[in-house]
């Protein structure tokens, strides 16, 4: 004879993640910074601290140094002296 069990599964429990977890994974799955910004309500600087992104203010384009071809080549190279 057969015996049937039946349970009962309690109900799930969703929590939220957090605002930064939140904005976290939606920039891993490719969503921009100011569109996670609208999507959970939140400033740009708030979501840019949350990736870890420096504000443009603090890092601007023109005092960031280029690296160019020959000051890369100049860094790689030894210096080799050659006697005559």
């Given at each position: 004879?057969?015996?049937?069990?039946?349970?009962?599964?309690p109900?799930?429990?969703?929590?939220?993640?957090?605002?930064?977890?939140?904005?976290?994974?939606?920039?891993?799955?490719?969503?921009?910074p100011?569109?996670?910004?609208?999507?959970?309500?939140?400033?740009?600087?708030?979501?840019?601290?949350?990736?870890?992104?420096?504000?443009?203010?603090?890092?601007?384009?023109?005092?960031?140094?280029?690296?160019?071809?020959?000051?890369?080549?100049?860094?790689?190279?030894?210096?080799?002296?050659?006697?005559?």
């Amino acid at each position: 004879m057969a015996t049937s069990i039946s349970a009962t599964l309690p109900p799930i429990a969703y929590v939220p993640a957090a605002a930064g977890a939140q904005a976290t994974l939606l920039y891993h799955e490719g969503v921009t910074p100011s569109e996670i910004g609208s999507i959970l309500g939140l400033s740009a600087s708030t979501v840019d601290s949350y990736l870890g992104i420096a504000s443009n203010s603090a890092t601007s384009a023109a005092s960031v140094p280029q690296a160019t071809e020959s000051s890369l080549v100049n860094q790689a190279l030894p210096k080799i002296s050659v006697f005559a």
